[in-house]
């Protein structure tokens, strides 16, 4: 069956950069729309990118400009490339992909969830 594997996640100084990775494995059909989310301690999970069917893109405000959500369909893989980081983007962020398994009904799948800190 179909699984997202998140991986990219760390440490890093505040004004650096990193960048997650999500691929899906198992055979799929299509993909649809695909997103990251964030979640920190004792806050609400809140949606930071989305990346339409269409090829449209939207973004938090608090992450627009600094932010960009991409794919690699020859891959099933999405990335969340993260610059000019700061210590208020310390989550655990997860994404989540709206998809059709080969042979099945579409589905809504979540990554595993994968650390990021910025220290302060």
């Known amino acids: 069956q179909v699984q997202l594997v998140e991986s990219g996640g760390g440490w890093v100084q505040p004004g650096g950069s990193l960048r997650l990775s999500c691929a899906a494995s198992g055979r799929i059909f299509r993909i649809n729309n695909m997103r990251w989310y964030r979640q920190a301690p004792s806050k609400e999970r809140e949606l930071v990118a989305t990346l339409t069917s269409g090829g449209s893109t939207n973004y938090a405000s608090s992450v627009k400009g600094r932010f960009t959500i991409s794919r690699d369909s020859a891959k099933n893989t999405i990335y969340l490339q993260m610059n000019s980081l700061k210590p208020e983007d310390t989550a655990v962020y997860y994404c989540?992909?709206?998809?059709?398994?080969?042979?099945?009904?579409?589905?809504?799948?979540w990554g595993q969830g994968t650390q990021v800190t910025v220290p302060s």
């Open positions: 989540n992909a709206d998809l059709i398994p080969t042979g099945y009904n579409r589905g809504d799948y």
